[in-house]
């Protein structure tokens, strides 16, 4: 830092007294050879019917649309001295060789005119085409020795008076300039010397021009000459000897006031014939070269230039200038402003304060540091400096305060009073005219860049870093309040907020939002208008009440405002790519030219100027590097080059964009761009240019993309195929394998009957086995039932009768005889202990039975199990009281009320119901 101040105060004072500097000059867009892939060499320029430009440079032949640079040699390799268009022909002339180019499927044809014709012989057998015009319909060759006339279908060699340098046309008459002899008029093939013109013997000629009824005769070395009135002489302008020691090479009248002039030494010069100015641009301000071997114009009335090493076009026509500082003795330009009654400017860089003026840039001494803010006011000029603040008039450059950093002087229109932002806060002046009397705002101590106010007492504030502030003051200027808004209105993002006083109304961008304030509620609330309008933008410039700036993504838009709406207008990129200084761009407006600050200069623009709304575009799409027609197959998942050309190249081509398909819009960089992976099937792109921050369509291209291999026709018939056979071959072999299962099911199904019937059979046999053992036992239960009771009944008989015998035999007393037979019966009745074990034997011996029948009646008694047990022994009622114990009207009662709880009608058996259960 110490070594910059140093370097600064040695080299400001020289460069304050003896500085010269480049001038306020047309944009200059420069070609290499690296970028066209070509030779230094261009000896000739032209424009054709498509609008692309076609060069002669030296053994090769390009043709450059805006978009893409082609490139084409003769066949016989030899170098190309000159190009011509006409029509879709554009014809070119070389060692022995003459001919032209026609564009087919993308690409330049070349036929040949002068082949097999034997027209370079005698003395003739060296010649070179340096120049090709077309006159009457007739197209010319002209060597230095020879003239070519072709009429589309034979050539006629017409011999020169002498070696000339070029042919030209002037009022319809050919006029041959001869190196040592003069000039000659062309008459019915016959070459008759102009005598008036005497004085232009022993001069090399390279342009003879009529302009405004006068005739320009440029030569090489002893400058121009112009006829006038009959009367040729050399021409009374100032810039003539500078001419005379620079060596005319080329020449072209942009209009009836302004020439454009080539030199071998000089690079080019453009003059205005109304006051004799004129602009040099050279190798040492815009040029790659000085030699200007050619030099055309184009549809735009914008130049190009054939140089000894290069390229270059220049846009003489467009409603831009640029002032470059390439020496960087200026520095980076932080602020600018125009100087009344004189053509100079003031400017402020990161190096001191400047004046621009008379194409010679001083500095002002003791000014060296940072500039930051360049305010005019009468004829004096308030400088925010590093240093403090300064005033600048024509008594020169004086400290008015140590105030450092003074960002922005700001004039609002309340309280007579004028404001300046710096490092430390703000500083407000009550009169302009007494700057030495000045007070700072307390309660502000901070950075403060950008102020705004649209009402008395009030100031808002953003500071440098981050943060809004809203500070009340008193008639005294003293602050009274200040507070943080963002903070106060919960907004989190509130770094780099920008203010911007637009129609007497402050507006705050705020993250990515507009935001106004509401007094009534005391709060911040969206604007809408601004918010949909100016969403992303990085930075807003005022202009004046109806216009502005804004900056998004890198671009500079102008924003007007007419019948309430915006309309946005595009400022090409290529003016100011990498040299706007971010967060730091002004706009001056002089007249309606709006001066801009750039890192390295100032450009000035009239938005006033523009002339083409939007021309029409021609969409072309190459794969491999040929043009896609019709018959182009491209291949699936291959890379499309889309070019799209304007037909301009200055400040009237477009800023384009475009859309594939259903994806988003994308920005077109120098009108070209690749699409990858591009799916099968039919591609649509769609091209956009801006208008008024819109994209609107200005055309579509389609084209087709194949399927991948394997989806190819071919592919998917061996697929078919394939498939096919494969589903024949299974087929087949399933219909084996279905026949063969078939058989085995058959054998199976076979064997599985046989199996099955020996297994119903043995169940069968199983079942009727165990039924019959059921039955049986069922039988013999029931049979063992009956023998129990029958046998109990009868022992029990059996003893009673042997007792009542014996009593018989023993007693002869009819009264005791009849008391000892009743104790015997008594004596012999079944007991309780028997009848229950008895009983027991006989449920035991019916488990089964007993077990199904309390499942299905779960209501019936122990009583009315006895008397089922005694049914399905089939004994009779009769059988069954004296077992029961209850007499035989009883036993039938049971029945009765039996037949009830199991739903039996009268008409079904209670045994065979029993049994069967």
């Known amino acids: 830092m110490y070594f910059k101040k140093l370097l600064l105060v040695i080299v400001f004072p020289l460069l304050c007294f003896n500085s010269n500097a480049q001038e306020l000059l047309p944009f200059v867009k420069n070609f290499s050879k690296a970028e066209y892939v070509g030779d230094n060499q261009v000896w000739s320029i032209t424009q054709a019917e498509d609008n692309a430009i076609y060069f002669a440079n030296h053994h ?64 003739a057998i060296n010649e070179e085409i340096w120049k090709i015009f077309k006159h009457n319909e007739n197209v010319y060759f002209q060597s230095f020795n020879e003239l070519y006339r072709y009429n589309g279908s034979a050539v006629k060699k017409i011999e020169l008076p002498s070696q000339i ?55 090489k070395n002893s400058g121009v000459y112009v006829e006038e009135n009959n009367i040729l002489k050399v021409w009374n302008n100032p810039i003539n000897d500078v001419l005379k020691n620079s060596v005319i090479l080329s020449v072209k009248f942009i209009n009836d006031t302004t020439l454009a002039v080539g030199t071998s030494l000089k690079g080019l010069y453009i003059i205005d014939l109304k006051d004799n100015s004129y602009k040099n641009i050279n190798r040492q301000n815009a040029l790659k070269n000085n030699a200007v071997l050619s030099i055309t114009m184009d549809r735009e009335k914008n130049l190009w230039l054939g140089l000894d090493n290069g390229i270059s076009h220049v846009e003489v026509n467009s409603p831009i200038s640029i002032f470059t500082d390439n020496s960087g003795l200026l520095g980076s330009v932080y602020s600018l402003a125009a100087i009344n009654n004189s053509q100079g400017y003031i400017l402020g860089s990161n190096h001191g304060v400047f004046i621009y003026d008379g194409q010679i840039l001083t500095g002002v001494p003791n000014s060296q540091g940072q500039v930051w803010d360049i305010y005019p006011y009468n004829n004096e000029f308030i400088i925010g400096h590093n240093d403090g603040t300064y005033v600048y008039n024509k008594e020169g450059l ?18 007579n009073a004028y404001f300046q932002t710096n490092y430390s806060g703000i500083v407000v002046y009550p009169n302009i005219a007494e700057l030495n009397n000045w007070k700072i705002l307390d309660s502000i101590a901070k950075p403060i860049r950008n102020i705004a106010q649209n009402s008395g007492m009030e100031l808002w504030a953003a500071d440098s870093h981050k943060g809004l502030y809203r500070i009340l003051y008193d008639n005294e200027f003293n602050v009274s309040s200040v507070e943080n808004v963002s903070q106060k209105n919960d907004i989190g993002n509130d770094y780099n907020v920008k203010l911007f006083n637009y129609k007497n109304e402050v507006l705050f961008y705020i993250g990515d939002s507009w935001y106004t304030y509401n007094r009534i509620e005391d709060k911040l609330i969206r604007n809408a208008v601004f918010s949909k309008e100016f969403k992303g933008i990085s930075d807003i410039i005022p202009i004046d009440d109806i216009s502005f700036i804004v900056i998004r993504e890198g671009y500079m838009y102008l924003i007007t405002h007419e019948e309430d709406e915006f309309h946005w207008k595009l400022l090409s990129d290529k003016y100011y790519q990498g040299r706007l200084i971010v967060e730091n761009t002004q706009v001056y407006k002089k007249d309606d030219w709006l001066l801009i600050n750039l890192d390295d200069g100032f450009l000035a623009f009239n938005p006033n100027d523009s002339i083409v709304e939007m021309p029409e575009i021609k969409i072309e799409g190459f794969y491999k590097g040929e043009l896609i027609t019709g018959e182009t197959e491209i291949k699936y998942n291959q890379p499309v080059e889309i070019n799209i050309i304007s037909g301009y190249y200055g400040y009237n081509r477009p800023d ?23 799916n099968s099937g039919n591609q649509k792109v769609v091209v956009y240019y801006n208008k008024g921050g819109k994209q609107i369509e200005a055309g579509r291209y389609e084209f087709t993309v194949a399927k991948p291999w394997y989806f190819s026709s071919l592919m998917i018939a061996l697929y078919i195929i394939t498939i096919a056979g494969i589903f024949f071959l299974y087929y087949r072999w399933n219909k084996v394998r279905y026949l063969q299962k078939i058989r085995l099911n058959e054998e199976e199904l076979r064997h599985k009957k046989e199996i099955l019937e020996l297994e119903m059979e043995a169940e069968n046999k199983l079942r009727e086995q165990e039924y019959e053992k059921k039955k049986l036992e069922v039988e013999v239960q029931t049979k063992a039932s009956e023998v129990a009771g029958k046998s ?8 009673m009768i042997d007792k009542i015998q014996e009593v018989l035999g023993e007693e002869t007393n009819a009264n005791k005889l009849k008391s000892k037979i009743k104790r015997v019966i008594k004596s012999s009745s079944i007991n309780k202990n028997e009848w229950e074990t008895f009983e027991k034997n006989l449920i035991k011996s019916h488990e089964d039975f007993v077990e199904r029948l309390t499942q299905k009646y779960p209501a019936l008694t122990s009583k009315d199990i006895k008397l089922c047990i005694y049914l399905k022994m089939n004994l009779s009622s009769k059988e069954i009281a004296p077992l029961m114990g209850i007499s035989y009207r009883g036993v039938e009662l049971h029945r009765y009320r039996l037949r009830k709880k199991l739903d039996i009608t009268t008409e079904e058996s209670l045994s065979r119901f029993m049994i069967t259960l």
Not at 90 to 114: A, P
Not at 185 to 196: A, C, G, Q, T, W
Not at 664 to 677: A, F, M, R, S, V
């Open 60 to 123: 090769y032949f390009l043709r450059y649309n805006g978009v893409k640079w082609e490139k084409y040699s003769l066949p016989n390799k030899t170098i190309i001295r000159s190009v011509f268009a006409d029509d879709n022909r554009i014809y070119c002339g070389s060692y022995k060789e003459f001919g032209y180019w026609k564009r087919m499927n993308g690409k330049m044809v070349y036929q040949s005119i002068s082949e097999d014709k034997d027209l370079f012989t005698g003395s």
């Open 165 to 219: 340098s070029y042919c030209y046309i002037i009022d319809d008459i050919i006029y041959a300039a001869s190196v040592r002899n003069g000039v000659y008029k062309m008459v019915n093939d016959s070459f008759i010397l102009v005598e008036e013109w005497a004085a232009l013997k022993n001069n090399i000629i390279h342009g003879l021009i009529k302009n405004d009824d006068k005739i320009y005769a440029f030569t």
């Open 398 to 415: 004086n400290k008015i305060n140590n105030i450092n950093g003074g960002w922005n002087f700001l004039r609002t229109g309340y309280d």
């Open 656 to 678: 384009l964009f475009y859309k594939l398909n259903d994806d988003d819009i994308e920005h077109i960089i120098e009108g070209k761009t690749t699409l990858n992976n591009l």
């Open 792 to 799: 109990l009944s009868i022992a029990k008989h059996s003893e």
